[in-house]
T-cell receptor, first 112, second 115 residues
Framework: AQRVTQPEKLLSVFKGAPVELKCNYS??????LFWYVQYSRQRLQLLLR??SRESIKGFTADLNKGETSFHLKKPFAQEEDSAMYYC??????????????FGQGTILTVHP | DAGITQSPRHKVTETGTPVTLRCHQT?????MYWYRQDPGHGLRLIHY???????DKGEVSDGYSVSRSKTEDFLLTLESATSSQTSVYFC??????????????FGPGTRLTVL
C-alpha cells in the first residue's frame, strides 16, 4: 500500500528564515511526487512536482529515493507563504488513473 | 482557476437524509475525483471516474456512491447522511499524459455539515 507522511501538523517560522516541510513516502515502485498548496480562501493548487525539477515561488523539492523523502524547502520564507501544504503521491503505471494519495498536511505560518 | 464548479458550496442536513453534491467542469478532462478533507487526515479519495459511466472506489468509499452520465458532471451521493460524513468535499479533474500522471485541478470545495 502507498502512504505519505507529513510529520509536522504545524510549522512556524519568521520572515526571512529558511523553511523545510518534511514529507516521507512508502511505495514499492517508482512514484511521482507532488506538493500542493492551499492558501487561505483559495483552491488547492499544484505547487511543484518532482519530475519538473523546477523552483516555484522560491520553493524546491528533491526526491530522495534512498530515504523515501520529498521535503519542500525555501531558503527565505515570506509572509505570503503562509498556507496549508500537502505532499502527494501517484503510483506509477497505467492503472493508477492518476489517483493521488495525500499526506496529512502541514500548516505553515510565517511571522513578520 | 480551471473551469471547475461545485454545488452547493455549503449545506447543512440531518442524519439519515440523502445528499447529492455536484461537480461540473468545462475543461473536457477525462478523469474526475471526489476527495474529502478532514483535520489530521489530509485529503482522502472517495471515488473517481476514468470516463463517462466508468467509476471506481477510492480509499473511503463506504456510504458514498457516484455517477457520471456525461463528461462534464460527476455527482457524489450520500444515500443516508451520517455525522461522520461532516467534512469538506473537493472535486478534482485531470487529463493524464503519456506518463499516466498529470496535474489535478481542484474545485472550490463544498462544506457539508450533518447534524
Amino acid at each position: 500500500a502507498q502512504r505519505v507522511t507529513q510529520p509536522e501538523k504545524l510549522l512556524s517560522v519568521f520572515k526571512g528564515a529558511p523553511v523545510e516541510l518534511k514529507c516521507n513516502y512508502s511505495y514499492s515502485g517508482s512514484p511521482e511526487l507532488f506538493w500542493y498548496v492551499q492558501y487561505s480562501r483559495q483552491r488547492l493548487q499544484l505547487l511543484l512536482r518532482h519530475i519538473s525539477r523546477e523552483s516555484i515561488k522560491g520553493f524546491t523539492a528533491d526526491l530522495n529515493k534512498g530515504e523515501t523523502s520529498f521535503h519542500l524547502k525555501k531558503p527565505f520564507a515570506q509572509e505570503e507563504d503562509s498556507a496549508m501544504y500537502y505532499c502527494a503521491l501517484i503510483g506509477a503505471g497505467g492503472t493508477s488513473y492518476g489517483k493521488l494519495t495525500f499526506g496529512q498536511g502541514t500548516i505553515l505560518t510565517v511571522h513578520p | 482557476d480551471a473551469g471547475i464548479t461545485q454545488s452547493p458550496r455549503h449545506k447543512v442536513t440531518e442524519t439519515g437524509t440523502p445528499v447529492t453534491l455536484r461537480c461540473h467542469q468545462t475543461e473536457n478532462h477525462r478523469y474526475m475525483y471526489w476527495y474529502r478533507q478532514d483535520p489530521g487526515h489530509g485529503l482522502r479519495l472517495i471515488h473517481y471516474s476514468y470516463g463517462v459511466k466508468d467509476t471506481d472506489k477510492g480509499e473511503v468509499s463506504d456510504g458514498y456512491s457516484v455517477s457520471r452520465s456525461k463528461t462534464e458532471d460527476f455527482l457524489l451521493t450520500l444515500e443516508s447522511a451520517t455525522s461522520s460524513q461532516t467534512s469538506v468535499y473537493f472535486c478534482a479533474i485531470s487529463d493524464l499524459g503519456a506518463s499516466g500522471t498529470d496535474t489535478q485541478y481542484f474545485g472550490p470545495g463544498t462544506r457539508l455539515t450533518v447534524l
